[in-house]
């Protein structure tokens, strides 16, 4: 069992919005500590795509945004396109486990 | 450019030793604020933390298996090196090593990936 609880899958019809949460606790996200994004393509590596918080690396599309508030945060995927279909992670530093820490994976269907 | 490889044995058996090393170009472990983990992604399921060392040395592990993992360096090879010791069938899964800053705490580049397998 993870320590980040995020749904196990979501789903839009392209163009449509989808958001996922990402939920921790007092030890993680609610420590203060950073949350961070990765998408996953199936039979790939995840890949970077939102860090500390908020912050999207070059190439990353502005579609795509991260929000983070008291022992939660939440991506976002407005303008829904089919290349979005993916596994995506949240990930955290959780001090009392002195370590870093992922959420359970949450699969995005374009519909 | 920063990439980063995975290799080792594709298939353990039980109870034996898994040996993973990590070679990595476009950076390097001597410098400071840098560091190298290593997390795994059992088929189907989520990503897991294993372990990580930083360019100075410090070594940090995943409490659930601590007991089971020794992760080193070779600043010269620009390698990392994960044991496993006492494998399981439960420990397949692909393994990733990443590289890490240390003012940050999130992994910007990845390897590709080795897939192990553990059978008898």
């Known amino acids: 069992q993870s320590v980040l609880t995020q749904p196990p899958s979501v789903s839009g019809a392209p163009g449509q919005r989808v958001t996922i949460s990402c939920t921790g606790s007092?030890?993680?996200?609610?420590?203060?500590?950073?949350v961070h994004w990765y998408q996953q393509l199936p039979g790939t590596a995840p890949k970077l795509l939102i860090h500390t918080n908020n912050i999207r690396p070059s190439g990353v599309p502005d579609r795509l945004s991260g929000s983070k508030s008291g022992t939660s945060a939440s991506l976002a995927i407005t303008g829904l396109q089919a290349e979005d279909e993916a596994d995506y992670y949240c990930?955290?530093?959780?001090?009392?486990?002195?370590?870093?820490?992922f959420g359970g994976g949450t699969k995005l269907t374009v519909l | 450019q920063i990439t980063l490889k995975e290799s080792g044995p594709t298939l353990v058996k039980p109870t034996q030793t898994l040996t993973l090393t990590c070679t990595f170009s476009g950076f390097s472990l001597s410098t400071s604020g840098v560091g190298v983990g290593w997390i795994r992604q059992p088929p189907g399921k989520a990503l897991e933390w294993l372990a990580l060392i930083y360019w100075d040395g410090d070594k940090r592990y995943s409490p659930s298996l601590r007991s089971r993992l020794t992760i080193t360096k070779d600043t010269s090879k620009n390698q990392v090196v994960l044991t496993m010791t006492n494998m399981d069938p439960a420990d397949t899964a692909t393994y990733y090593c990443?590289?890490?800053?240390?003012?940050?705490?999130?992994?910007?580049?990845w390897g590709q990936g080795t897939l192990v397998t553990v059978s008898s």
């Open positions: 990930q955290s530093y959780d001090g009392s486990l002195s370590g870093w820490v």
């Open positions: 007092s030890s993680n996200i609610g420590a203060g500590y950073d």
């Open positions: 990443a590289h890490l800053i240390a003012t940050t705490s999130y992994f910007e580049s």
